[in-house]
Structure formats: C-alpha cells, structure tokens
C-alpha cells in the first residue's frame, strides 16, 4: 500500500474491512490524538484509555463516513465527543490538575537543572488551561496544538467560525488575565 | 481612527484575508495602544507552545485498537461490555476517591478556587461537576445534526452503563 495515500482513500479501505489501511491510519493519527485528549482531560492515562476507544469508534463509524477531506475534523468529533463524555462522567468531585509529570514520561530527558526552568513554565501554562471552560479549551487545543484552521474546529465541534473565533478569544482573554502578570517569573 | 483589537487574535492565527491582514498591519503601523495589544497577545499565544505535549511513547495503541477491531477471541462487544467496564469503573473509583482526598487536603477557600467566564466555576484544584452544564459544554443543542449523521447516535452513549 502506497504510504501516501490519503486519509479519504484509507477511509474507504477501512470501510471495506481493510486491516493494513486502518493501521496506517492509526499510526499517522495516534499521537495528534493523544497529545489533543491529554489537554481536554489532563491524565495521561486517561487520555490513553480514549484513544483507543477513539479509534475503536472510527473503525465502527467508518461505513457512514463522507470521504469529502474532512477526515481530521470528523476524528476529532470523536475524540471531542469521548473526551466530553468522560468528563461529564467525573460527578460529585473532579481532580484536573495537569499532570506535572506528563513532560517525565519519555524517561531519559534533560537534566534536573536545566529541565527545571521549562518545566515550571510547562506547568503554569497547563494549569492556566486545564482553568479554561471546556469548549474554550476543546477550540483551543485544536487550533493551537493541532494547528487545525477556525472551519476545521467549528466541523469538529458542530459550530460556526465565528463561534470557533469568539470561543479562541475568550479563552485568549482568559489566558492572559491568568498568564500575563506572571511574565517575569514564567 | 477605528482600533483594531477585535482583530488581534484573527491575525495571530492567520485567519485573516489578505486585504483585512494588509488594513491590519497599516492600523498597527500607526497605532500604538492596537501594537501594544498585539504584542501581548503574541507574547501569550507563544507561550502555550510550554504546554506542547512531547510525542508520546507509540506502538501500543495499534495492538490494543486491532485486538478490539480485527482481533480474534475478544470480540468487541466483549471488550466494551466486559473488560472495558471493568477498567472504566476502576478508573472511575480512583478519581472519586482521588477528589475526596483533595477535599480533605484542600477544602474550598483554600485559595484554589477561581471564577471562569460564562458564570461557571472552574478551578484546576477542586471543581464540582456542575460547572459543565450540558448546555454550556455541548453548545444548546448537544450532539445533534451532524453528529447524527457522521458518528451515530449511540456515540455519546457508549460506555455509559457504569
Ligand atoms: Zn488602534
């Protein structure tokens, strides 16, 4: 199979129960996946656990998908949808703390000291997000993490641009409110 | 002379046009207070690149996704209804019980607490569920009208018998 191929075409193949088709879709995709549930539910191990049931979910739902381009917005539906889900499921009480060893997980890295200034910036800036209202902070992560433009994030969250655009700038506002006198220290 | 603030984010993330981004930058050129704004919200939106994920350890979520899909022996109606519960429920204990120990450790007024927009409450610390209205997270109407047709119904539902 040419690695080329597009996600569209991978689609088809997988559709028609194309194993070797569906890999190579979950290789190209895991990690945008991954890296987009860690900042929606801010465990590591919980976003794991959706990313399989994310793909899980574009195995099952890949008869029904349109092949018109739109593959990354309609797999970030499904993340977004599962993420959303999973967090209406933490009841009574919610611990969303950004994990602070989330940049430890690769085991080998830089060295405590100068791991340490990065590191402290890393975790502000996850905290500061991990405040953010969960639609600001979906519209976020899509656009800024996973460089997706307002009309891919507003297919994916089942909104309009400008709805896309207001959501971007309130939790820009926000941000900075919440970021922004710590400047110096960060 | 017309500010250009409402602008601002639009053209860090290169959604303006190019005739609306050419009127931009002429009003920057000229207008300090709109430069000062932008230079900001450029400062910020560079720092979020902190909160990058690094690239994740892969190769085990191609097997975990084959056993569930192609795989042999466990089907996936078996993987949902059986294991996955299990896991899900384990998952789904720790938290809670996670969250009463911070309750203990960090009871309200600690300072933790802090108001989000839209009249919700959010903290990263300690938050009641009710701040994620259904309403407000899933936009009015819910997963309705695309998500019918491209995902299914029984999408928002999956793994809800916990
Ligand atoms: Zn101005």
Redo the contacts with the bound molecule.
């Keep these: 199979m040419p690695r080329t191929m597009d996600d569209d075409a991978l689609m088809i193949r997988t559709a028609e129960g194309e194993e070797a088709a569906f890999r190579l879709l979950v290789q190209r995709w895991e990690r945008d996946v991954l890296s987009f549930l860690i900042h929606m539910l801010g465990s590591v191990e919980e976003a794991e656990d959706l990313v399989q049931d994310t793909f899980v979910q574009v195995f099952r739902k890949a008869g029904s998908y349109q092949a018109v381009g739109m593959f990354k917005s309609w797999l970030f539906r499904i993340a977004g949808n599962l993420a959303r889900s999973r967090l209406r499921r933490r009841k009574v009480l919610r611990w969303v703390r950004f994990d602070p060893v989330v940049h430890d997980t690769g085991g080998a890295g830089p060295g405590p000291h100068e791991d340490l200034e990065h590191s402290q910036r890393e975790d502000a800036v996850r905290a500061a997000l991990s405040r953010l209202p969960g639609r600001q902070r979906e519209a976020l992560a899509l656009h800024r993490f996973q460089g997706m433009r307002y009309k891919e994030v507003a297919e994916a969250m089942n909104t309009t641009v400008p709805g896309v655009e207001s959501l971007i700038q309130r939790a820009m506002a926000a941000l900075r409110e919440d970021l922004g006198g710590k400047g110096d220290q960060l | 002379?017309k500010?250009?603030?409402n602008r601002i984010q639009a053209y860090i993330s290169g959604e303006l046009d190019s005739d609306r981004m050419a009127a931009f930058e002429e009003?920057l050129n000229e207008?300090p207070?709109?430069r000062k704004e932008a230079d900001r919200a450029r400062e910020i939106w560079e720092m979020l690149e902190a909160a990058e994920t690094p690239s994740p350890a892969t190769g085990s979520v191609w097997s975990a996704v084959q056993a569930r899909t192609f795989g042999r022996g466990t089907s996936e109606r078996e993987w949902f209804f059986g294991a996955g519960n299990m896991t899900r429920a384990g998952l789904a204990t720790a938290a809670v019980a996670a969250g009463l120990m911070l309750g203990v450790l960090l009871p309200a007024g600690s300072g933790y607490r802090q108001e989000a927009d839209s009249g919700l409450t959010d903290s990263s610390w300690l938050v009641e569920s009710s701040w994620l209205s259904e309403s407000s997270w899933l936009g009015g109407d819910g997963s309705t009208g695309l998500d019918d047709i491209l995902l299914g119904a029984d999408l928002l539902d999956e793994g809800n018998g916990s």
């Design positions: 002379m500010h250009v603030t009003h207008c207070s709109c």
